[in-house]
């Protein structure tokens, strides 16, 4: 089988957030980078599972400049094999789809995998224009996923239950919690991840649809009110009349 | 503005969730000039209700298939062409979430997935506010194309009554083929959507095993609340991982969240801390989720959480 897993940089999950020039800007300075985790834990991870099933190849793709080398790595150390950076800064959503479009357009890919979201900018929105560019069968938002032949099997998440959905590869699946578990690469992973080929393209033109003019930092709590275990009544009343929520 | 809204009434039940779409339309349309029309794709037949919630013109178009992307975008773009719609609004969930990315290529729009505001319009350009760095943050984000796509984070807004009843037309488009089969659909009987919900209560390692939840659910239950839990709760399948609240799981925003033994991590509170009201029951005063809540009890739960859902059970009946 034929896998590619598009893969993004993110902040870390523990990261603090913060702004620069006139919260214009995200502030890097001082933050831990990582793979995004939905990107990682489950749709990276059952690509790997998949090919050490069936056989085949896991390629890694990133849209992004030279210092995501680290986090392509990783991804090559979790057992991928080969890598391919679009050597550019990702500004939006459709800046990347086109770059992702562009580049599987005349390869044979089975499966085009993503994470459901990235943890930095949460839209969700490159998956469903590549697989648009591409004309290609898309599930968002699947948990499970097997395939059988050339078929696959999917679980979708949705309002109150799961979705049992299948599709003929090849296909774009997005992946949500629950479709694989985290893997800690091990030693051997790492060192042979050195090795494992990462090749840089550069991108083509694609112009941003939208763009950032400002961020802004939820406001602070004005601090909590402690309420007496004794009278949880008083909790009750509170939440009724004054945070008006019951 | 024409602003096109778009509902999968499949199942010929209204949700909330789609009032408050035809609502958000409405709002948009009363502060910048325009009209509503709301895509109804199933049902027709209680679909006239939305005029009720703002929309001026409701089109039914007759499907009884199953949920397909490549479909549903088609017949959203053929009826924006129609309509003429500059804007499109989608909910942000299950179905709105991958048609958006379709629709934007598709059509060549601008795209901004979360919506939580009614936007500013300068120059024919939209300026939306979303949750960012899964709500530890908010960005402003500028359509840069005439025409638009959003989807809007549920539970952004209220829907009130602002009209009437408004005739159902029936619309034919024809979404061709669909390029995944629905094998069947699991339902977990009951249950609030967790990010359609108005009340959560949700669970941390404090609730100590599995076999604690009944404490947990029955002040759910007497509080009309969705059930939720932290991720070391669903990592070792105390929950299912579908209730996982935080980053790297649901981002939710209800009216009231009620966290019951979770000391607030950042990645927890990242996905909570949109709430309207947030309340902490813990036995560690030092528990940072202290900081971010708007009430708090610090006490063991096990023995203080009976007292309160007895507390507003009396509140419910006195009210009743």
């Not at chain 1, 939006?92 to 390869?107: G, L, R, T, Y």
């Not at chain 2, 935080?246 to 990242?270: E, F, K, W």
């Amino acid at each position: 089988m034929n896998l590619l897993v598009c893969i993004s940089k993110t902040p870390d999950t523990t990261a603090r957030i913060s702004f620069k020039d006139d919260f214009t800007k995200f502030d890097e300075s001082g933050i831990q980078f990582i793979m995004n985790p939905f990107d990682e834990f489950y749709s990276l991870v059952r690509a790997v599972e998949l090919k050490e099933q069936f056989g085949g190849t896991v390629t890694i793709l990133n849209v992004g400049p030279a210092s995501n080398d680290i986090i392509i790595r990783k991804a090559l150390a979790i057992g991928a094999d080969k890598a391919v950076r679009i050597n550019a800064e990702p500004t939006s959503a459709m800046f990347v789809a086109k770059q992702i479009s562009e580049f599987v357009k005349d390869k044979n890919f089975d499966i085009i995998f993503f994470g459901k979201e990235t943890i930095d900018y949460n839209g969700g929105e490159v998956m469903g224009m590549v697989a648009e560019m591409l004309d290609l069968p898309y599930v968002h938002l699947a948990s499970h996923l097997d395939v059988e032949g050339t078929t696959g099997k999917l679980d979708r998440d949705i309002e109150g239950g799961v979705e049992k959905v299948e599709v003929e590869m090849p296909f774009v699946v997005s992946a949500s919690k629950g479709m694989a578990e985290q893997r800690i690469p091990n030693m051997r992973g790492i060192m042979m991840a050195k090795r494992k080929p990462l090749e840089v393209v550069e991108p083509v033109e694609a112009n941003d649809l939208v763009e950032i003019v400002k961020y802004e930092l939820p406001k602070e709590k004005s601090g909590v009110k402690l309420v007496d275990p004794e009278n949880v009544e008083e909790l009750v009343r509170l939440l009724h009349e004054e945070a008006k929520v019951i | 503005m024409k602003i096109l809204i778009y509902i999968d009434n499949r199942k010929n039940i209204l949700k909330k969730a789609d009032l408050e779409l035809a609502y958000y339309g409405h709002l948009i349309g009363e502060k910048h000039g325009g009209d509503v029309v709301a895509m109804v794709i199933g049902s027709g037949e209680n679909a006239g209700e939305l005029g009720k919630y703002g929309a001026k013109e409701v089109l039914n178009i007759p499907y009884d298939g199953d949920f397909d992307v490549s479909v549903f975008s088609n017949m959203i773009a053929q009826v924006a062409e129609q309509t003429g719609a500059d804007l499109i609004v989608l909910p942000h969930n299950s179905s709105g979430k991958p048609l958006i990315g379709w629709l934007a290529a598709k059509m060549n729009l601008s795209s901004v997935a979360g919506v939580i505001n009614i936007p500013d319009y300068d120059d024919g350009k939209l300026e939306f506010k979303k949750g960012v760095f899964s709500s530890k943050a908010f960005a402003y984000v500028k359509t840069l194309t005439d025409k638009a796509v959003v989807s809007l984070m549920p539970n952004s807004f209220s829907p009130e009554e602002v009209g009437s009843s408004v005739d159902v037309n029936t619309v034919e488009v024809d979404g061709g083929t669909p390029k995944v089969k629905v094998a069947g659909i699991e339902k977990v009987e009951g249950k609030v959507p967790l990010p359609e919900a108005d009340i959560i209560v949700s669970g941390g390692r404090g609730m100590k095993g599995p076999e604690n939840w009944g404490v947990l659910e029955e002040l759910a239950e007497v509080l009309g609340a969705a059930t939720a839990c932290s991720r070391p709760v669903s990592d070792v399948n105390w929950r299912p991982h579908t209730e996982h609240v935080g980053q790297t799981g649901i981002v939710v925003r209800p009216n009231l969240y009620v966290a019951l033994g979770i000391s607030g991590a950042i990645q927890h509170l990242a996905g909570v801390n949109n709430s309207k009201t947030i309340v902490v029951i813990n036995k560690d005063p030092e528990a940072p989720f202290f900081k971010a809540a708007d009430y708090g009890i610090v006490a063991d739960l096990f023995e203080v959480v009976p007292k309160l859902t007895e507390a507003l059970k009396k509140y419910k009946a006195g009210k009743g």
